[in-house]
């Protein structure tokens, strides 16, 4: 026997594809957010031999940055079809 009805699955379920899409699009922001921390810095130290190197540095982060963006855009736009279906 169905307790919910097919009225109070709905906006749960609705509500779960919310959260699930901001906990992702926070996950896209931390990894953008540690391309910019002291990894970065470490990673291009034993590539370039200094941490100074602050053009490559600048590069790899905008194009994390771009990734991310990217992926957040599309998780939205599936969370917002999945929302309509």
Known sequence: MNVLSDDSKSPMHKEIL????????????????????DAIKAVFKEI???????GPMLIYAIMVTIIAV???IIVARAAAKAKNV
Do not use: E, P
């Not at 919310?18 to 957010?33: E, H, N, P, Q, R």
């Not at 370039?48 to 602050?54: I, M, N, P, R, Y």
């Open 48 to 54: 370039f031999g200094t941490a100074d190197a602050v």
């Open 18 to 37: 919310d959260k699930m899409a901001a906990l992702i699009t926070a996950a896209f922001g931390l990894v953008a957010a540690l391309a910019w921390n």
């Open 70 to 72: 990217i992926l957040t």
